[in-house]
């Protein structure tokens, strides 16, 4: 009777274990965004925040993370008379966010929505970030929970990458694999260089901008979002920016 009970239990167990991971999948599938400019296509993770729209008035708003050089054609340049001298604007169309809909194990259509590019740098001489706000109001309460801790992810660190391998075909497709190697500094029009870190997650063009997270092998961190894919050089050769570069990035803090 004692091993039929510590059978029961560990069976119990094992399938709370397995519906928590499914359920941290799942989550992380659903705010995972494909993130269209022109006839480019790359990733996004969903932030949502209540935030004051009034004297007395609060909306959910979605806002996406993405990677700079994924709308970088959306940027334009003109140049205005202000106070008698000239001055350049730099504008952006909006972008489109793509979100699957998935029913029973089919797949059943799309959502779409334009999105606002509320701050951008470059990939050449900047951060390689992109901040948008979805124009259509609280259209899903989950949210990317942050790493936040100021150490970087130890190395071998379990990982998983969702993003749209190849586009929009590939969607909310997930990866795994670990943090292989931090710090990585490129000379890209910084003094200072700018920081990565290096990862085996499996990526594709189109995964740019998409999340990576940590697996279910980090327990009470499961799940949380440590960096952004912009970079690779192979399909188990890619680089991330970091989320402690990321909070280094002006208006992040909003978003924590």
Same mark, same amino acid.
């Given at each position: 009777k004692k091993i039929m009970l510590v059978f029961a239990s560990l069976l119990i167990a094992f399938s709370l274990q397995a519906r928590?991971?499914?359920d941290l999948y799942n989550k992380l599938q659903d705010i995972s965004v494909t993130v269209k400019s022109g006839f480019s296509e790359g990733s996004?993770?969903?932030?949502?925040?209540?935030?004051?729209?009034?004297? &007395?008035?609060? $909306?959910?708003?979605?806002?996406?993370w993405t990677a700079g050089?994924?709308?970088?054609n959306l940027r334009s340049v003109r140049t205005i008379i202000q106070d008698g001298q000239q001055v350049r604007v730099v504008e952006f169309k909006d972008a489109?966010?793509?979100?699957?809909?998935? %029913?029973?194990?089919?797949?059943?259509? %799309?959502?779409k929505m334009d999105a606002k590019v509320l701050k951008y740098s470059s990939s050449s001489d900047g951060e390689d970030l992109a901040l948008l706000m979805v124009r259509k109001r609280d259209f899903i309460q989950q949210n990317a929970d942050f790493y936040s801790s100021e150490s970087p992810v130890d190395i071998g660190t379990e990982l998983y990458h969702v993003g749209s391998l190849l586009g929009q075909q590939g969607s909310n497709s997930m990866?795994?694999?670990i943090i292989s190697q931090v710090g990585r500094v490129l000379n890209l029009g910084?003094?200072?260089?700018?920081?990565?870190d290096q990862t085996t997650v499996t990526a594709f063009p189109g995964s740019s901008g998409g999340g990576v997270f940590l697996s279910e092998r980090s327990?009470?961190?499961?799940? %949380?979002?440590?960096?952004m894919?912009?970079?690779?050089?192979?399909?188990?050769? &890619?680089?991330?920016?970091?989320?402690?570069?990321? $909070? $280094?990035?002006?208006?992040f803090s909003t978003f924590k």
């Open positions: 928590a991971d499914e996004g993770v969903i932030i949502t925040r209540d935030v004051r729209v009034g004297p &007395n008035k609060t $909306e959910k708003i979605n806002f996406v050089h994924v709308i970088d489109q966010i793509v979100k699957e809909l998935v %029913e029973n194990g089919r797949r059943v259509g %799309e959502l990866t795994r694999g910084n003094g200072d260089g700018v920081v990565f327990k009470d961190h499961k799940g %949380e979002y440590v960096g894919l912009v970079r690779g050089a192979g399909e188990t050769f &890619n680089l991330i920016v970091p989320v402690r570069r990321m $909070e $280094e990035w002006k208006t």
